[in-house]
């Protein structure tokens, strides 16, 4: 069983996180059978953007990242708190984990800045949000990450990261075809009615 850790911060955005617990799921029940998924935070009750709550399964402190094979991370908004979190120590390690480990990191929109912050991005390929005024590219870049601004996922290695919410769920299948294999990934994304 291939095994994902959904890695929440408080101020999440709560579709960003749906699609990799959609699609994982997805595959567990009508793809080949080999996916699951485990949520887990730095506090017992995880506020999203919008107001909406979750209550992750697991703890930070006891996330063992040998348990896993991959680390999902939705992105969030400052308003809402996101990076005081997302900016931890204890958040910053477990990427760093991963990343030692050669695991995959999957991430949307925002969720790139605490990858770069933690310096597994420094001279690798990434993006970040798109839009605005190029803030947070900017802020990708001084963090020493190569910005491909204009590409909506970037793959660098073991790194997924992506330009804005619209890629969630293309981000979702590129996890589960480099956990699984590509003709399930497309079987799955078939049966979802993509």
Sequence with gaps: MKKVLLLLANGFEAVEASVFTDVIGW??????????LITVGLRDKIKCTWNFTVIPEMH??????DDFDALAIPGGYEEAGFYEEAY???FLNLIREFDRAEKIIASICVAALPIGKSGVLVGRNATTYNLGNGKRQKQLSEFGANVLGHEPIVVDKNIITSYNPSTAFDVAFKLLE???????????KKLMGF
Excluded: F, P, R, W
């Design 88 to 90: 931890s120590e204890d």
């Design 60 to 65: 930070i402190s006891e996330a063992n990242i």
């Design 27 to 36: 595959n567990k029940l009508e793809g080949d059978g080999t996916t699951d």
């Design 178 to 188: 480099m956990l699984t294999s590509k003709e399930n990934c497309s079987n799955v």
